[in-house]
């Protein structure tokens, strides 16, 4: 079973059983994500059985650049990044830290090279977050893990399986939630509005995602109902989302984060789960 070869931020991987309920039934044709980050829905509810064609967006270039670049010839991204995973876990501290520094300032050429750069940054750097400054640049520094699974053939092998056949853009979120119509179910997973002022981590491209764009994408997820998609909604618990949303009812689930460094401060955060489509009408 392939499980997504990218940590992110808020993946949605213990999400997954409840959103699988909640498709349980429909009649979908094609399954379309808006914001893709690290796949774990898409990977998710392909293993329980959602099977259909695919469109996975983001306005990330860098990341949806790595995901093409596993479908099409994991094994080229596998022969990059094995050197350096191998490199990587062979080196004392100072070495490790080093080769961090030195692969961040990189720029390869290739699609696989530059899939195989994201991947081993992805599980180096700092509690494997993805943040880029102005520029578009990766600024995470070093991480401290001890074993970091780096290379994961197998799994890069099944991801590339599981994402064959899909259609990858680099988009706008209301551009891909245009297409969509009766048949389409659409996972949409934003950058959260923040719950508090020192919560205010939305940079997963150089441009950050504000209450303009909440205001957007609620315009877009009504859209998708006037044309019969289904869908579903994370975003965070927060008062103005509720009313953002008003005349949806919201799941209201746990989730844990793991952004913070110290395990005793990750606890369970309440966020909100809508669903809605021709069910919700009928």
Partial sequence: MATPFLKWAGGKSRLVPTVAEGVAGLPVERYIEPFLGGGAMFFGLRARGLRVPAILADANAELIAAFAAVRDDPEAVISALRPLAEAYLAAGREERRE???RVRASE?????????RLIFLNRTCYNGLYRVNRQGRFNVPHGRYVRPLICDEANLRACAEELAGAELRCADFAEVCAEAGPGDFVYL?????PLSTTARFTA??????????????????RGLAA?????????????AIGSLYEGLRPLTVQMSRAINSRGDRRAPVEEYLFFGGRREEG
Wanted: glycine share 6%; aromatic share 16%; proline share 8%.
């Fill in 108 to 116: 390869p050429e290739g699609r696989a090279a530059r899939a195989a």
């Fill in 227 to 239: 044309r019969g998609a289904w869908f579903a909604l994370s975003n965070s618990a927060h008062p």
């Fill in 204 to 221: 997963y491209t150089d441009r950050a995602f504000g209450w303009d764009d909440q205001v957007r994408l609620a315009a877009a997820v």
């Fill in 189 to 193: 997973d934003p950058p959260y509005h």
């Fill in 99 to 101: 080769l961090y520094y």
